[in-house]
Structures are given as structure tokens and as C-alpha cells.
């Protein structure tokens, strides 16, 4: 059975409803109303019937399903849906096609307590922060969640490790270039020790070994090596530790300005959550490569 207001009239503008209008019904009799009609005096028209044997009655309404709906339902309910956003999966997916999320999370919201409307700031909601971070979004949603202007801290292991390759991968590219740019100068101050140690043989040489030698001949290798190599490892650390507790910030604030460029365009959506988030792998293995290499490339033109 399913309630039909076809034929029946708006108790307020005496109009006949169709059943794809605005319609809403009332809490206490059910009976329907134009949405504008019943905002308009604010109760249901009917309200002075309640209680009473003249009370609307919903069931009278009441219609056999066709044959079509009740397919209809019959295959809606063996749709698999992605509990968080609520759009459908497929059966063998692994990921919510829309917000990402795990497959195992489809009978469970993967945020906690946050839910796919919750909204950020200025209008950006939970359901766009997971679609826009595309890879782990059960992690950052709950991060961006967690971060505000008064609490920038967490950690993040992926960011500490590899600070501006983790950067260029989320599409962070000004921090992402900044702190490339950071760790190759730091790279580029190591190659007068690099020299000196050179007229030395440190074949497996080991850590104690390395550090001996340098107290034994500090005369011939010099201060200005040493001190250039401790400011090497400084910059190094302090990049690291500042992506490790700064990243997710950084990021949320990337993801809140991306959004915002999304939501205000007129362009195709999916397109742009394509474009401008999710994740960047070449990127990742270019910064790899080019921090790694660009260093060694200088020192051999410059040694």
C-alpha cells in the first residue's frame, strides 16, 4: 500500500495536488498541504478537526502498489548503498564511487559521529570534504573536523617522512614546492663536508667509524664544513617535524579553498573534484626523484 494525493485538494488554497508537487503532510492527521500553503498560516488547516470523529483520515487514501512499483522496490532493496552519502555502489566495489569511503563502511558511517551534512565553515559540508580528499577520507574528514584556527596540531607520519613529496601528492603545491626547496638547499650545504671526506676511505664505514675520523682530522676538514652540515640537518629536521604537525592543517585549508572554487563554478563538478583534489602520484615520484637527484647533480658540476 502507498499514499497517493492525487484528487485531493489543499485544504488552504483548495487546489488539487498532484504527486509531484511540494507537498508536505501534517504531524498529527497526516493530511497533505502545498508546502507554501502550509508555511503560509503556519499549522495544519485542518487542525481544528483533530481529535475528533471529523479528523482526516490518511487511510482512506491508501492504494494497492502496481506490479511496476512493487518491482520497483524489489530491486531498490538489493541496491547496495554507501551509508555515509547514501548513493549507490556497486556490487563488487571496493570504494563509495562518491565519497570514497571503504567498502566495509557501507553498513556504517566511516566519520564517527560526523555525519555526511555536518557542515565545516562557510557552507562546506562532511560529504565534500571526503569526495574531495579521495584516498583515506575516513582519516581526514575526522582531521579537518579536528583542526581549527586555534588547534593546528596533529601528526602525520606520511608528511614527516616525505614532507614535500606528501604535499605535491595532495595537491598542496605551495608548501609542497616550498619545502622541496628547503630540503635541496639543506642537501646543496653538506657538499663542502662531502668534499673534504672525499680524500678520506670510508668504504662501510659505520656511524662511530664516520664520526672518528671527522675529531681526528677536524684541522684538515675545517669548521665551516662541520657548521654547514649541522645547519643541513637542522633545516632537514625542522622540515620534517613542521610538515609532521603542520601538514594536516595545511591541508584542510587547501581543501576549504578548493571547495569553495568548486561550489562557485559553473563547470561540470565531477570534473573539477578530478582536477583540483584527490591525489597526485607522478607528482609524488617527481618530487621523489628530484630531491633525491638534483643535489647530486649540482655537486657534480660544482665539485
Not at 573534484?273 to 647533480?297: D, Q, T, W
Amino acid at each position: 500500500m502507498s499514499l497517493s494525493v492525487e484528487g485531493q485538494k489543499c485544504p488552504v488554497c483548495h487546489a488539487y495536488l498532484f504527486d509531484d508537487d511540494d507537498v508536505v503532510y501534517c504531524p498529527i492527521c497526516g493530511a497533505p498541504h502545498h508546502r507554501d500553503c502550509y508555511n503560509a498560516i503556519g499549522h495544519c488547516a485542518l487542525e481544528d478537526k483533530h481529535g475528533t470523529d471529523e479528523q482526516y483520515d490518511a487511510s482512506v487514501y491508501k492504494r494497492e502498489e502496481t506490479s511496476e512499483e512493487q518491482e520497483e522496490k524489489a530491486e531498490e532493496s538489493n541496491v547496495v548503498r554507501c551509508r555515509f552519502c547514501g548513493n549507490e555502489m556497486e556490487d563488487d566495489a571496493n570504494f563509495c564511487p562518491h565519497c570514497r569511503a571503504p567498502r566495509e563502511n557501507a553498513t556504517a558511517n566511516p566519520f564517527g559521529d560526523i555525519k555526511k551534512d555536518t557542515v565545516l565553515e562557510d557552507g562546506i559540508v562532511a560529504e565534500e570534504l571526503a569526495r574531495f580528499t579521495l584516498i583515506n577520507p575516513s582519516r581526514y574528514v575526522r582531521k579537518f573536523f579536528s583542526l581549527n584556527k586555534k588547534n593546528r596540531v596533529s601528526w602525520n607520519w606520511a608528511a614527516f617522512l616525505f614532507p614535500c613529496e606528501w604535499s605535491l601528492y595532495r595537491k598542496c603545491y605551495k608548501s609542497g614546492i616550498l619545502m622541496g626547496i628547503l630540503l635541496v638547499a639543506a642537501a646543496l650545504l653538506t657538499m663542502p663536508m662531502e668534499k673534504a671526506l672525499s680524500q678520506f676511505v670510508l668504504d662501510n664505514a659505520n656511524y662511530q667509524q664516520v664520526m672518528a675520523l671527522l675529531l681526528e682530522n677536524s684541522d684538515k676538514i675545517g669548521l665551516l664544513p662541520m657548521v654547514l652540515s649541522l645547519v643541513s640537518g637542522a633545516i632537514t629536521l625542522g622540515v620534517r617535524i613542521f610538515a609532521g604537525v603542520f601538514g594536516d592543517y595545511i591541508y584542510r585549508g587547501t581543501a576549504i579553498e578548493r571547495i569553495k572554487a568548486i561550489n562557485s563554478s559553473p563547470d561540470e563538478k565531477d570534473d573539477l573534484y578530478r582536477k583540483m583534489g584527490g591525489v597526485n602520484i607522478i607528482l609524488f615520484l617527481v618530487a621523489y626523484i628530484a630531491r633525491s637527484y638534483i643535489p647530486a647533480i649540482i655537486f657534480m658540476f660544482l665539485g
